[in-house]
């Protein structure tokens, strides 16, 4: 009995009770050493004791220890005692925070302990903070949990290949707090810290700075970073080879701009970028000749740029070729400007284009024939847009009709051989309703911008995408707006090149404002009715 007795004694465990009223409330803390503010510490470890059995919840993520150590801690949890142990020594005269987070919960309902220490190891408490905000500038939107981090000013230091000192999170409402600082000169930045190695990755993870650096001599409170989305690496073209029919140029990043030129004038060179952006697609327009010389330009969006020579080449037996396909992007009739537009994007380059195979049906009797000065190309041959003017039929009887007629639908109509693809290819007969675009059916946003700058509208829909822009137009309106919910923004834009420009960390330069229209009562949300117009809209800048 007593050998039985040890074995169970040795092998219980921790466990939770059962029944009872649900555990709402956390662990508290009773004490530690070294206590909250105690200096002179020479330990290498850190003990908690609190008033209720703990477990631990991923300790080595949740845990930051400021200046940093890096993940140079083990910790350990056993009954209601927490030991934190440091594998390395900690630096002489410095203060030490330490936010344990959620990292240390109860056993029964996972409620989380919130304890944060300071200890010195010298004779004092550096006690200066920098409190601040973390937002996603585009969006306008609380950046939530991004990693916050501080270091002490340096030339050397980069937020891609070094972490910062002083590290701490933000919380759902972007706000954060980087306490127990001595004076001195700082750079502040933030970013989403995705994988988790303290190190900013722009290929993945949003960032922002404070654009100067910090001179801390006082504590500073309500400074807002503003975070943004950028690959800062550089652009290099990674391969050039064929694939199946194909030659593709590969990119280590996205490109915002390229060109291709022949070197031989005769040969027009015809391409796509994939919808990756990292990938140009180049089409076999020399089945004649070996190899080709092409001369390649291409841009990021940090106006990097690739100026080479490459040489293209096809093989000389039949492969595998991409099926060709078209999307429409739009086909509408503007009742109140009797104009007709279409926006039609294809799979590939098309280089045969007959416009009397694309017909508009107004009805079962009618069509009408599009030509050549109603359309036009992009430079890739890949998106074709329709325009022209069209008159609609209306109802002038004021006779009486016992049944209404149901209204005959508008269709454009794409018959077999209307587009041949630079790979000899067509399309099949296919057909698109048209929508008649109505006055009454829609709404208007009349919008005044105040501003010296160079500026860009954007009317956005409640998931962020752009429905219509301007430029440069201080009193503008957005006609035909389906009823809906909206938000009116402005991307100021200094350097006057009709595009937004996020940051640049190597230049030190901060990204181009961007301000919406708020409404003290609705914020920052616009409703629009049907038959309905919203506005005078001030944006000021």
């Known amino acids: 009995m007593f050998t039985i007795s040890l074995l ?39 003990n908690l004791v609190f008033n209720e059995l703990v477990q631990l919840n991923n300790p080595r993520e949740k845990i930051i220890i400021t200046p940093g150590i890096g993940k140079k801690f083990e910790v350990v949890a056993n009954k209601n005692k927490v030991t934190l142990s440091f594998n390395s020594e900690l630096k002489n005269n410095t203060t030490y925070t330490i936010n344990f987070r959620e990292s240390i919960q109860d056993i029964t309902e996972k409620n989380p302990a919130s304890v944060k220490l300071a200890f010195s190891t010298g004779s004092y408490i550096d006690s200066l903070a920098i409190n601040g905000t973390v937002r996603d500038i585009l969006t306008s939107k609380n950046a939530t949990n991004y990693t916050v981090a501080l270091i002490e000013a340096s030339d050397t230091f980069n937020i891609f290949k070094h972490s910062g000192m002083w590290v701490t999170q933000a919380d759902k409402k972007g706000r954060f707090s980087i306490e127990n600082l001595k004076p001195g000169d700082y750079f502040l930045y933030a970013f989403d810290d995705r994988n988790k190695n303290l190190i900013v990755d722009s290929k993945s993870e949003k960032f922002g700075f404070i654009k100067e650096n910090i001179n801390l001599t006082g504590g500073i409170d309500s400074l807002k970073i503003d975070v943004f989305k950028l690959d800062m690496s550089a652009l290099k073209l990674l391969s050039a080879r064929q694939t199946f029919a194909y030659f593709n140029l590969r990119f280590s990043k996205s490109l915002v701009n390229y060109n291709l030129a022949s070197t031989d004038k005769s040969i027009t060179i015809l391409s796509t970028l994939e919808p990756d952006l990292t990938t140009l697609k180049i089409y076999n327009t020399i089945p004649d000749r070996d190899s080709l010389a092409v001369h390649l330009q291409a841009q990021d969006s940090l106006d990097q740029k690739i100026d080479t020579l490459v040489y293209i080449k096809f093989p000389k037996k039949e492969s595998t070729k991409d099926n060709f396909a078209l999307k429409f992007e739009n086909a509408d009739i503007f009742e109140s400007k009797s104009l007709f537009t279409a926006n039609i994007s294809f799979s590939k380059p098309v280089a045969q284009f007959n416009p009397d195979s694309i017909l508009l049906q107004i009805d079962s009797v009618t069509t009408l024939p599009l030509t050549n000065n109603d359309a036009s190309w992009n430079q890739n041959l890949t998106r074709l847009t329709l325009s022209r003017k069209i008159e609609l039929k209306k ?34 007969t296919s057909e698109n309703q048209v929508k008649i675009i109505k006055p009454e059916d829609f709404g208007l946003i009349i919008t005044k911008v105040e501003t010296n700058e160079d500026f860009t509208l954007q009317l956005l829909d409640k998931s962020g995408k752009i429905i219509q822009q301007a430029h440069n137009i201080k009193n503008y309106i957005f006609e035909n707006v389906p009823p809906g919910n909206y938000q009116l923004r402005i991307l100021i834009d200094p350097n006057k090149n009709q595009k937004w420009d996020p940051g640049n960390y190597f230049q030190k330069r901060l990204a181009e404002p961007v301000i919406y229209y708020t409404n003290p009562k609705a914020g920052k949300d616009i409703f629009l009715k049907a038959n309905w117009q919203v506005g005078d809209l001030l944006i000021s800048y």
């Not at 009223?21 to 290498?44: A, T």
């Open 8 to 46: 169970t004694q040795k092998c219980a465990k921790q466990t939770a009770p059962t029944g009872g009223p649900k555990d709402e409330n956390p662990p508290v803390l009773v004490r530690s050493n070294p206590k909250h503010k105690e200096v002179n510490f020479n330990g290498s470890q850190l």
């Open 395 to 428: 109802e002038t009887s004021t006779k009486p009709t016992p049944v209404k007629k149901k209204q005959e639908k508008i269709k454009l109509l794409l018959r077999k051989g209307a587009f041949i693809s630079i790979e000899n290819d067509s399309l099949k």
